[in-house]
C-alpha cells in the first residue's frame, strides 16, 4: 500500500498555500484511504465468500442501493454525510444529476482522482443515475459550520464575493447560480454549505488550472480563472463557516436566473 501510495502522491512542497498547493494536498491526503477502503473490500470479498459456503437457501445475500454503494460510504460517510476528512464531501441531497454529472466525469476522466476514476470506469449510464439518485434522497444533518482562522478582512472579502460577486472582475455572485441560501438548484446545481474549506479551495483550483473539467461551456472554469488565489482563499473560508438553512434543499429548476451558461446545466 505504501508503494501504491507514494507511485501517486505528487509534491506539493514547492506550492506555497495557493490553490494549486490545496488541489495537490487533496490528492495526497484522499488517496490513501479510499486505496485502503478497495483493499479491506477486496480481504471481505475473500472472507465472504468462504461464509458464503455455510449459509442456506433460505438466506440470501442483501441486495438493495444501500449495500451497493458501500464502496462510496468507506469513505463519504454512511449516509453520504461527509467526514470529517477536510477531503471527502458530502453527497447527501445533492441534486441527482449533480452527483451523476461528476460520476460521468469521473468515468470519462474529466476529473481525475485514481480511485473514484478506477471504480466509476466500468459502470454504465443506468447504473451511475441509480447511484446519484440513492444519495440524492438521503437527508442526514448537517455539521456545525467550521471556525475559521482567516482574518475578518479575508473573511469580509469571501462573503463579498459570495453574495455579490466582484462587477470590477466581471466575477459573478456565487448565489447567482447556488441560491441565497447556497442549497443548490435543480436540477444539477450543487449546496455549497457543510463543506470543508480546504476542499472548496482545492475544486477551485482544480477548474482554475484546468485538472477539473464539466461540459462546455465550462462556466467554473470561467469564473475561477478570474479569482485571485487570495480570493479563492477568501470564498472557501467564508462558505464553510456558513450554517446550512432549515429546510436544506435544492431550489426548483429555473428559479434562478444564471448570470453565465453552463453546459452541465439544461438550459
Not at 39 to 64: K, M, R, W, Y
Not at 246 to 264: D, I, R, Y
Amino acid at each position: 500500500m505504501a508503494v501504491v501510495f507514494a507511485t501517486f502522491a505528487p509534491s506539493c512542497k514547492k506550492l506555497g498555500r495557493s490553490p494549486s498547493f490545496m488541489e495537490c494536498r487533496v490528492f495526497s491526503r484522499r488517496i490513501f484511504r479510499p486505496l485502503l477502503a478497495l483493499a479491506l473490500i477486496s480481504s471481505a470479498g475473500v472472507f465472504g465468500a468462504s461464509q458464503a459456503q455455510a449459509q442456506t437457501a433460505n438466506q440470501p445475500a442483501t441486495d438493495s442501493m444501500a449495500a451497493r454503494v458501500q464502496g462510496c460510504t468507506a469513505c463519504h460517510g454512511v449516509h453520504g454525510e461527509g467526514t470529517d476528512n477536510d477531503y471527502f464531501p458530502r453527497l447527501a441531497g445533492k441534486p441527482t444529476d449533480y452527483l451523476y454529472n461528476q460520476l460521468q466525469n469521473f468515468r470519462e476522466g474529466w476529473r481525475k482522482y485514481p480511485p473514484m476514476n478506477y471504480l466509476a470506469t466500468y459502470l454504465s449510464d443506468e447504473y451511475l443515475h441509480q447511484i446519484a439518485t440513492y444519495f440524492s434522497e438521503q437527508r442526514p444533518p448537517y455539521p456545525q459550520p467550521a471556525k475559521s482562522n482567516q482574518s475578518a478582512s479575508t473573511l469580509a472579502r469571501g462573503q463579498q464575493i459570495v453574495l455579490n460577486g466582484d462587477p470590477s472582475k466581471n466575477i459573478p455572485a456565487c448565489a447567482a447560480c447556488h441560491g441565497k441560501d447556497l442549497t443548490g438548484m435543480q436540477p444539477a446545481i450543487p449546496d455549497l454549505v457543510g463543506l470543508h474549506s480546504d476542499y472548496i479551495s482545492a475544486q477551485v483550483g482544480a477548474w482554475k488550472s484546468g485538472t477539473r473539467h464539466a461540459k462546455a461551456p465550462d462556466c467554473m472554469h470561467e469564473i475561477a480563472s478570474r479569482l485571485t488565489d487570495d480570493d479563492v482563499t477568501a470564498v472557501a473560508a467564508w462558505l464553510s463557516t456558513q450554517q446550512a438553512p432549515a429546510n436544506p434543499v435544492p431550489a426548483p429548476a429555473g428559479s434562478l436566473k444564471m448570470p453565465l451558461t453552463c453546459g452541465s446545466e439544461p438550459q
